[in-house]
């Protein structure tokens, strides 16, 4: 299966990139595909928490209920607007 892949540009200062290119050098990888593999096994290693699943269950249970009061973006920025 092939997988399509997104083209985006970061911009990183000087120090981060010779830290990075070393790293690479370490592990013998360029540095596009060190920092890929970073990022990669960074987003991979995302895990919810026990915790954030049992908030989420709740906020959905109050959603469901209608417990919950949402407001429009709208009337968010005009209570929240500087006076």
């Known amino acids: 299966m092939l997988k399509t892949k997104n083209r985006k540009e970061i911009t990183l200062d000087d120090q981060t990139v010779s830290l990075l290119q070393m790293k690479a050098d370490i592990e013998g990888r360029k540095l596009k595909n060190y920092m890929e593999r970073v990022l990669t096994e960074t987003a991979n290693d995302f895990a919810l928490s026990d915790e954030y ?11 469901q209920s209608g417990e919950l009061n949402f407001l429009s973006e709208e009337e968010f920025k005009a209570q929240t607007a500087r006076k």
């Open 53 to 63: 699943k049992t908030m989420m269950d709740g906020l959905l249970d109050k959603h």
